[in-house]
């Protein structure tokens, strides 16, 4: 008897937790549910369903002369939604899907009509919304396949069926003029803003805009509206005081000078000097392949003692006020001239005692500048 009251206890005992245990479950159900549910649908929206950013297309930039140096231009993904027209009118898919396989494949003359079918057909069985077609295809292609059959709204009978063309539009930065200016013109990318790109990015780059969008199977993430919902801004332009022209002579020139002295690296800057303004900048990098190429802009971002450069300028003031020409001679002796508590020293002995001006420049005489400029400003130095 004892044994029996002792089983039954035991049962009782396990229903009672299995009751208690079935009470928990549930109350922790409702909990979630009604308590805590809006903080997980959140959580879990925030990780299906996001804001993503629309670039805004960047400026253009302009030569002085009215030339594009640098635009933007749209590209879009080609992609096909196949359940655009519902499950129960497959019929209609069905007597439109090969002729849009055939317009694919003439269009773009990569895959056969077949080809396309198949993938056409597969996305369709699949219940895909998504499926990539075609990358970097132009605005003006663009127009053309939205008058392909299922890619343009249509109507069969009574019902009207919306596009399967989903259009996914990236913007692509170009220069016309492919090499002239290049690195003065510059780019920008997620690590580097270089040249005029970079130093007016806040006026080119226009504010972007914002699209809801959702993941689907594959991690692929699709737009949940065809329609952006906040548009972006397209950037400012900026006109540059760069001359094509100017700078496709000072390009030819530097780049013709550098093969004949076989040099490593050279610049060139040509400057309106009534204005200042800058109206080519030219600079070559001899590359491993023995090619000159526009890698680096020492004109603006090399680091280097501005010696020398200080006697072009003595020598143009020289020139500009008609005191000197090229086939003026000066007498550097051995390299050595004294001014008031200084000895000016040529780098090198001289090879003569007697230079042109044209000689001292190319030597890049010390003395034969500050003799020159001694001689003709001393006793005027503010001129």
């Not at 259009?167 to 040249?195: C, H, S």
């Not at 490593?264 to 009534?274: A, P």
Request: proline share 3%.
């Amino acid at each position: 008897m004892n044994i029996r009251k002792s089983i039954l206890v035991r049962v009782y005992l396990a229903f009672g937790l299995m009751v208690f245990g079935a009470l928990a479950v549930f109350a922790k159900l409702l909990h979630l549910q009604y308590v805590d549910g809006d903080k997980w649908r959140n959580i879990a929206d925030s990780l299906t369903i996001q804001e993503r950013v629309v670039e805004a297309a960047r400026g253009n930039i302009y030569s002085v002369d009215g030339s594009l140096l640098a635009t933007s231009v749209p590209e879009y993904e080609i992609r096909f939604d196949a359940m655009s027209i519902p499950a129960e009118h497959s019929d209609v898919f069905n007597n439109k899907v090969d002729s849009l396989a055939a317009k694919l494949s003439s269009f773009f003359k990569d895959k056969s009509a077949r080809q396309y079918l198949v993938v056409l057909k597969e996305a369709r069985n699949k219940k895909q919304r998504y499926v990539l077609l075609k990358r970097a295809v132009s605005h003006q292609d663009l127009k053309v396949l939205k008058t392909f059959p299922l890619f343009k709204t249509f109507r069969e009978g009574k019902r009207r069926y919306s596009s399967s063309l989903v259009a996914v539009r990236q913007n692509k930065r170009i220069l016309p003029f492919t090499n002239l200016a290049a690195r003065t013109i510059g780019y920008k990318n997620d690590e580097f803003r270089v040249g005029l790109e970079g130093a007016y990015g806040d006026y080119i780059e226009g504010k972007s805009g914002a699209q809801m969008m959702q993941r689907i199977a594959g991690g692929v993430w699709v737009p949940l509206n065809r329609e952006v919902e906040v548009a972006p801004v397209d950037g400012s332009d900026i006109i540059s005081t760069i001359d094509v022209n100017m700078q496709d002579m000072a390009q030819r020139a530097l780049g013709k000078q550098m093969k004949i002295s076989n040099a490593d690296e050279g610049c060139v800057i040509l400057m309106e000097v009534q204005t200042g303004e800058i109206r080519a900048i030219a600079n070559f990098t001899k590359d491993k392949d023995g090619e000159y190429r526009e890698k680096f802009n020492y004109a603006i971002a090399q680091r280097a003692d501005p010696g020398s450069t200080f006697k072009l300028a003595s020598y143009l003031a020289a020139l500009d006020d008609g005191l000197v020409d090229t086939s003026t001679t000066i007498d550097i002796g051995n390299g050595t001239y004294k001014v008031p508590s200084h000895t000016i020293r040529d780098s090198h002995a001289p090879k003569k005692s007697i230079v042109t001006v044209k000689e001292a420049f190319e030597e890049s005489s010390n003395v034969a500048i500050t003799k020159l400029i001694n001689t003709h400003y001393g006793s005027n130095p503010s001129k």
